[in-house]
């Protein structure tokens, strides 16, 4: 499933470092850490007319990631939500927005692995593109688990939401080779861990489960889904979960900010059948729909 093209896209403006530039214009310095070693961290944003969702949730989690990495002259949370603005007021936009926020450790002065040669300062990309969820939230996906394994912390911490992305690509190359929307990506043990890009949810005779946040991304749409879920009366297990376990839901789904909430039909090859006639992701939709309204915020 690829994304039409959005047209208001082709005359984006887009913040780089202080600037906000035509989309043609907005390039940033071969000397960038990101572009040296994918060093970066990033955030997803969705804007609905009530504002960005989880908008602080997401901020601090990029505050984290820098942290992390040891960035240096971090810019504070004030300093983003104004660039945020910024960029929204300056292309007009007010709903059905997504928001990539790219943080990076910033200019080198030469090339090289070395966070030392970084003296500039870390560098803020924020670009707000008109485009809906990623993936067809009516009809569902078919995904395929991958021969990629998810990054476990002895290697990469998922918590650190980095710019390396190379694993989740590869997987996603595997399902586009076989005709099918995402791939499910195992942790070393061979557990579920997530999709390449978004959390996994499953159902089995009325109780929901997800697997532990070990390998995979604790997503925040995945937090928010067993928030108010909970809320609801709707416990949400955390727990190890096979390939197998998953073939034989009654109903399965992916959470993201990009794609919001996904059924999924068919895991390599196997149909998803709900054998217990259960209708909770409708229900978790329906409450997704009405409570995200009020963890909407304005930068």
Known sequence: MLQKFDTRNENLYIFVNGQILPRNEAKISVFDSVVQGGDAVWEGLRLYKSGIALLDRHLDRLQESAKALMFEHVLTTEEIKNAIRMTLEKNNMTEDVHIRLTFTRGEKITSGMDPRLNNKGCGLIVLAEWKPPVYDNENGIKIISSAIRRNSPQFLDSKIHHNNLLNNILAKIQANVAGKDAALMLDDRGFVAELN????????????????????????????????????????????????????????????????????????????????????????????????????SMP
């Open 197 to 296: 890009d978004t959390n996994i949810f499953m159902i089995k005779n009325g109780r929901l489960s997800t697997p532990h946040a070990t390998a995979c991304l604790p997503g925040i749409t995945r937090d928010f889904i067993i928030e108010i879920s909970k809320n609801h009366g709707l416990e949400c297990e955390v727990r190890d979960i096979s390939l197998t376990e998953l073939y034989n839901a009654d109903e399965v789904f992916c959470t993201g900010t990009m794609g919001e909430l996904t059924p999924i039909n068919e895991i390599d090859g196997r149909s998803i059948v709900n054998t217990s006639s259960t209708n909770i992701m409708k229900i978790i939709n329906s409450l997704f729909r009405e409570k995200i309204s009020a963890y909407c």
